[in-house]
């Protein structure tokens, strides 16, 4: 009875322990348990909380706006303005794993816009002049 239950003790022991571990679905931001979402935590999708361009709020105008890392290379643009359609555009984007910086391309009519920032926390900020008008925008992993 004694090895039985000592048996059993092991047992449910082992269990506790091996199957958090082993099944984890998701981690401590809400990303997946994946081995992608282990080794390239960045990848994932950010919405806009926050886009100024000068004094007017670009959130006000649109539903979103999201930027999606979608492997080790691709990225896409999403938005969709308020009684408007969806509008996608893909790109590349490249992070260097040490300094965390994240360095991002894509052609959006015809135009190539490069934009480099850190990403800290699951957050970042793209800034850029348009017009002399300075575009702020600050985004947050979902």
């Known amino acids: ?37 282990i080794t390239k935590p960045y990848i994932g999708e950010y919405e ?14 649109y539903e979103f706006i999201k930027i999606t890392l979608l492997d080790n290379e691709k990225m896409e643009v999403s938005f969709k303005p308020k009684g408007g359609a969806k509008k996608s ?20 009519f015809g135009v190539k816009f490069k934009e480099a920032t850190k990403i800290e926390n699951g957050k970042f900020t793209l800034t850029k002049l348009i017009f002399n008008t300075p575009l702020i ?3 947050k992993m979902k």
């Open 89 to 108: 555009f893909e790109g590349g984007y490249k992070v260097n794993e040490e300094t965390r910086e994240f360095t991002g391309e894509v052609g959006i």
């Open 1 to 37: 009875m004694k090895k039985r239950f000592l048996f059993f003790t092991v047992i449910i022991t082992l269990l506790l322990i091996l199957v958090p571990a082993c099944s984890a679905s998701t981690t401590a931001n809400g990303a997946s348990g994946s081995l992608k979402a």
């Open 137 to 139: 925008m600050n985004f």
């Open 48 to 61: 806009c909380v926050a886009a100024r361009l000068g004094e007017s709020d670009l959130l006000e105008k």
